[in-house]
């Protein structure tokens, strides 16, 4: 079966790091990709990986290991308004998103 | 800036009548768009693939009659819920791919509808 494992919810600080970690496993694989939703609002794309390793985007990173079915998605600089809930949504063989219920994440001041 | 308008953003209406909720693609012309449903804090669950100018893809355990799909243009697609019931009350929304397949999904702003 298809399947993704994120943690439920997290907490941290503004101003601090916080790494979002993800496994998934797939019927095949195309990418993957990084949803940001906050609460009562439709899902905004963050970022895509296809192979393995980091890519940068500004405060956001997500990274890649194909052969361990990980993912993670890595926030600098954490601002109040990075509450959300962050979606990890594997493509899978025939080009479908995966989508799971997604990590919310809660930042205090 | 913004890749699909979706229309209304919020809708209440009477069980047993019928809603309709737009798709539009600003600027790109969509051969394929997607309809989405998320419950309350559950994940997003694909209800169809819309595809102009031919029948709607309905996954499994979605009531086509139910939930009718038109895409009759490049740049628009409309879902109607039919006789609406309180169970139907969710987030409804809609998708496109810009490029290919490995293409991320933009959406639309979704739609709120309760069903009283």
């Known amino acids: 079966g298809q399947n993704i494992d994120q943690p439920t919810e997290m907490t941290a600080t503004e101003g601090a790091i916080v790494q979002i970690n993800c496994t998934y496993q797939t019927s095949g694989f195309n990418g993957l990709f990084w949803y940001q939703q906050h609460a009562g609002e439709a899902p905004t794309f963050l970022s895509y990986?296809?192979l393995d390793g980091l890519e940068e985007k500004g405060r956001f990173s997500s990274f890649l290991s194909r052969s361990k079915g990980y993912s993670y998605l890595l926030l600098k600089e954490l601002q109040m308004k990075d509450s959300a809930s962050y979606l990890c949504v594997p493509l899978d063989s025939n080009y479908q998103l995966i989508w799971g219920a997604g990590t919310k994440l809660i930042i205090k001041p | 800036g913004a890749v699909v308008s979706q229309h209304p953003s919020w809708v209440i209406c009477k069980s047993g009548t019928s809603v309709k909720i737009e798709c539009r693609s600003l600027?790109?012309?969509?051969?394929?768009m997607f309809w989405y449903r998320q419950f309350p804090k559950q994940s997003l669950m694909l209800m169809a693939t819309?595809?102009?100018?031919?029948?709607?893809?309905?996954e499994q355990g979605v009531e086509k009659d139910k939930f009718l799909i038109n895409h009759a243009s490049l740049t628009l697609s409309t879902l109607t819920v039919t006789s609406a019931h309180p169970e139907d009350s969710s987030f409804y929304i809609c998708?496109?791919?810009?490029?290919?397949?490995?293409?991320?999904?933009?959406f639309g702003n979704g739609t709120r509808l309760t069903v009283t």
């Open positions: 998708g496109l791919k810009r490029g290919e397949d490995n293409s991320p999904l933009h």
């Open positions: 990986n296809v």
């Open positions: 600027d790109f012309q969509a051969t394929t």
């Open positions: 819309s595809n102009e100018g031919s029948k709607a893809t309905y």
